[in-house]
């Protein structure tokens, strides 16, 4: 049997919010579902749902964390893509 691991709510949210801009950049903003940030994040998609409510609220969280990543490191070629 494999350990579940438990994680504080703010960390796992990080995780989720990784994931989330992995595919973003990788395959677009566009592709972004529930569905391909669980299996990327390596959890449940009911676990994306209770730390993100809607995919418009994680959405909207990897387009202001990209700002933010921009405002540090504004030459970033991932992100002007």
Excluded at 15 to 27: G, R
Excluded at 38 to 43: G, L, R
């Amino acid at each position: 049997m494999s350990k579940i691991e438990y994680l504080k709510k703010e960390v796992r949210r990080d995780q989720i919010l990784s994931a989330a801009m992995d595919i973003a950049l990788i395959e677009g903003y566009e592709r972004l579902t529930r569905d391909g940030v669980a299996i990327t994040a390596k959890v449940a998609s009911g676990q994306v749902n209770r730390i993100f409510n809607t995919m418009p609220q994680l959405k909207r969280a990897v387009m202001r964390s990209t700002v933010s990543m921009l405002e540090k490191n504004p030459t970033d070629e991932r992100l002007l893509l």
